[in-house]
């Protein structure tokens, strides 16, 4: 299966910390970034005197007509899976909700989450995981959250 080099599209993404990016496509997580952190709930920042492009990591990824974009800060990622974000992304489509509408479905999530102090999370999986024992629930934090959906060009 070859890909007519015409019809390729490539996105290009610089991140800093421990807000990010997923691409969604057919309802599966096509492309993610990483958190970039010193240690457990420690992200990368830029600070005065330090030269931001030595600390981005930078991305290249195919992207496809229907392909979703999700560009958030770590109160989403914190707080909701990546498989959870890709199944309200499917949900989100086939009640064919806005981009805007997404965004916000998805932000009223991780708010519900960081509210709870039991249960499971990204946040509190990475807890146990640096050893805090015993550490269940979410991370209330600020969210923001953008959507974006991919469509031909009409040029």
Do not use: C, W
Not at 44 to 65: A, F, M, R, S
Not at 92 to 116: F, N, W, Y
């Amino acid at each position: 299966n070859l890909l007519d080099p015409s019809l390729l599209q490539l996105l290009h993404v610089s991140n800093i910390g421990d807000s990010g990016f997923l691409v969604i496509r057919n309802g599966e997580v096509h492309a993610k970034s990483k958190p970039m952190v010193y240690g457990f709930n420690f992200p990368h920042q830029i600070e005065k005197g330090v030269d931001p492009l030595t600390l981005v990591e930078n991305y290249t990824i195919d992207i496809e007509e229907g392909d979703v974009i999700i560009a958030a800060t770590d109160g989403l990622f914190d707080n909701v899976y990546e498989q959870e974000a890709a199944a309200m992304i499917s949900k989100s489509l086939q009640a064919d909700l806005k981009p805007a509408e997404m965004a916000e479905h998805l932000a009223a999530r991780a708010h519900e989450v960081g509210r709870s102090g039991a249960g499971r999370s990204p946040f509190s999986d990475s807890a146990v995981a640096a050893g805090y024992l015993g550490f269940s629930g979410g991370k209330l934090d600020d969210t923001a959250v953008v959507v974006s959906i991919v469509r031909r060009s009409e040029a």
